[in-house]
């Protein structure tokens, strides 16, 4: 799937840590998006970016800050986890034409 | 705001039984896409439709884009355990490409 690989798979953290995930993809797309996934409300994105130094806030994006320096790279930061941020997360690219997504494999974030 | 909403939100069907997922927007889209979630895993793009009161198939999945292009349907005739997962329909957000608007997804468990 596009070459999407996120990292860490799974972490615990505690409330009031920084915590930072990464999304790596080998297909150069230029669009990239992160996703939180909790029962009952879909995939609901937290920012995205569409190219190098280029992002912009999601509907969700309180509490988060994102990087892209390298157009493989996408990192989404919690500046200060709280337990509401406990959630899946996911990594997403877009090809350059059409919108179809292609997701990572996701990363489980529990925050204690 | 923008919303796209799907029912029902969740369905246990026997193994051979039809399935059907109803995908309702707020706002008309000019396109509608299909994931499927399988659990434990993330989502997989599935199919796009574009014309109003488009059908297309894949092979048991019958997908539906109204007339009016605000909502759209996915059938499954004769289910499969291996049709298990949560169904997502999407579309372009706040008009735009290259951003899209989740459903909320349906969770489809077969019965064997």
């Known amino acids: 799937d596009a070459g999407i690989t996120q990292s860490p798979r799974h972490k615990v953290t505690e409330t009031g840590t920084p915590v930072t995930l990464r999304c790596h993809q080998t297909?150069?797309?230029?669009?990239m998006y992160w996703y939180r996934q909790d029962p009952g409300h879909g995939l609901r994105l937290i920012h995205y970016?569409?190219?190098?130094?280029?992002?912009d806030k999601g509907e969700v994006s309180d509490g988060y800050s994102v990087s892209r320096s390298k157009t493989e790279d996408f990192l989404l930061t919690l500046e200060s986890a709280t337990s509401s941020q406990t959630s899946v997360y996911f990594c997403?690219?877009?090809?350059?034409?059409?919108?179809?997504?292609?997701f990572g494999p996701g990363t489980r974030l529990t925050v204690l | 705001g923008q919303q796209v909403m799907q029912i029902p939100q969740y369905q246990h069907v026997q193994e051979g039984e039809d399935f059907t997922t109803y995908c309702n927007s707020s706002?008309?889209?000019?396109?509608i896409q299909w994931y499927k979630q399988r659990p434990g895993g993330h989502p997989v793009f599935l199919i796009q439709?574009?014309?109003?009161?488009e059908v297309k198939k894949q092979k048991r999945l019958t997908f539906q884009f109204g007339e009016a292009k605000k909502n759209s349907s996915l059938h499954i005739t004769a289910t499969q355990t291996t049709d298990v997962g949560t169904y997502f329909c999407?579309?372009?957000?706040?008009?735009?490409?290259?951003?899209?608007?989740f459903g909320t997804g349906t969770l489809l468990a077969v019965q064997p």
């Open positions: 297909e150069n797309h230029r669009y």
């Open positions: 970016s569409y190219g190098v130094k280029d992002t």
């Open positions: 999407a579309g372009p957000r706040g008009g735009r490409t290259n951003k899209l608007i």
């Open positions: 439709l574009v014309k109003s009161g």
């Open positions: 997403a690219t877009n090809p350059p034409s059409g919108d179809t997504q292609y």
């Open positions: 706002t008309t889209l000019s396109n």
